[in-house]
């Protein structure tokens, strides 16, 4: 196995690129508490068919293909989408979150990290369910080192409150605002105080505001 970058660290795992002894490209999960096996486990059943590679229990990591797979936070720092692209995007990450909320599970992370995109196939998967829960649960603590993803949660878990599955539809949502306009929603906020006050209390810039060529009734849909 050969290691490469780092491209992302979540509060209980890392991310990296690297490669197998045959040379096929791959995205790494490792966990950075070892009591984390029967996570990764629920992950592997969750995950289904076309991401995972495999489990690997010594040492512990996931195992997922990485030809044309890139975090959307990747993507965005290089081009907006287009319409019919973020129209794809969207059909397909409603279709993930409605499988994941028949389980009964609300995935409470949905942010451009957790969204791996491939423009060879333009397909879609979503990744992390470390802080995956029942409907009704309080929202996690907030992070305040990584209080720029705060602009994809919705209103009730910036407030702390419990947290639904129109929590998911909101992140995607933000996400998807973010893939049409090249940035985050309440993007002028320079500070954790002003982003929460926007998020409770503000509506982000209507994307066709900021890209004139995306129709009215599309626009609407992130916003």
């Known amino acids: 196995m050969q290691l ?5 660290r979540s509060p209980k795992s890392l991310f990296r690129r690297g490669r197998l002894a045959d040379g096929q490209a791959v995205i790494l999960k490792s966990p950075l508490h070892p009591e984390q096996l029967a996570d990764y486990r629920r992950e592997c059943e969750l995950l289904g068919a076309g991401l995972l590679v495999k489990l690997e229990e010594q040492p512990l990591r996931l195992i997922f293909h990485g030809r044309g797979r890139r975090a959307v936070a990747d993507w965005v720092r290089e081009r907006c989408f287009g319409v019919e692209e973020v129209l794809q995007f969207l ?10 909320h028949r389980r009964g599970l609300v995935h409470r992370q949905i942010h451009p990290e957790h969204l791996l995109w491939s423009d060879l196939w333009g397909h879609l998967w979503l990744i992390d369910f470390s802080q995956s829960c029942e409907p009704g649960v309080a929202q996690a603590r907030l992070e305040t080192a990584r209080w720029r993803r705060w602009a994809y949660l919705a209103p009730e878990q910036c407030g702390g409150g419990e947290v639904d599955f129109r929590s998911d539809f909101y992140g995607l949502g933000a996400s998807a605002y973010h893939l049409l306009t090249g940035r985050p929603p309440f993007d002028s906020a320079r500070q954790p105080s002003a982003l929460l006050h926007a998020v409770w209390a503000r509506q982000p810039v209507a994307p066709h505001q900021l890209r004139p060529e995306v129709p ?4 609407a849909i992130p916003s």
Do not use: H, N
Request: aromatic letters at 6%; proline letters at 5%.
């Open 4 to 8: 490469g970058e780092e491209t992302y």
């Open 91 to 100: 059909r397909q990450g409603v279709g993930l979150l409605d499988a994941l």
């Open 216 to 219: 009215p009734g599309v626009s």
